[in-house]
């Protein structure tokens, strides 16, 4: 991984959705720190998406879950990706209360759903086609 932001997303390019949040959290990335932009966004739906560069996280786990890769390479899942990049551009405010046991549980459980239809909801092909599709696809 070449990046130097503190944390790295990896993002669905094709998903409408997906590339609306990124765009908005990369404009006041910029505008927050100029030049020292703290997110970098990997588009996993391009061709050249190269696991081996971001932690190992395949083309499948990248696409059936959000991911990001923290600078000492942790890497997060889920709901926890947006809160880290929520904190990133000063607005983890927002994301702070799906650390709280009850709303916790609610949040996971809520982005588990969204996981799960995703790729239905915005038009998209299931994952068995988009992997089918994708040559080198991990199983």
């Known amino acids: 991984m070449t990046s130097t932001a503190p944390l790295t997303l990896l993002f669905d390019g094709g998903c409408p959705l997906c590339v609306r949040e990124v765009n908005a959290l990369r404009r006041r990335d910029q505008r927050l720190h100029p030049g020292a932009h703290r997110l970098a966004f990997v588009d996993i739906d391009a061709p050249d998406y190269d696991a081996s560069q971001y932690a190992g996280i395949s083309y499948r786990q990248a696409m059936g879950r959000i991911h990001a890769i923290e600078a000492d390479g942790t890497v997060l899942r889920d709901v926890a990706v947006f809160r880290a990049a929520y ?49 080198g696809c991990a199983r």
Do not use: K
């Open 87 to 135: 904190r990133q551009v000063e607005l983890g405010w927002l994301y702070a209360p799906t650390n709280w046991p009850l709303l916790a549980t609610i949040s996971d459980g809520l982005y588990g759903l969204w996981a799960r239809w995703r790729l239905r909801l915005t038009g998209r092909p299931d994952l068995e086609t988009l992997c089918r599709c994708r040559q």
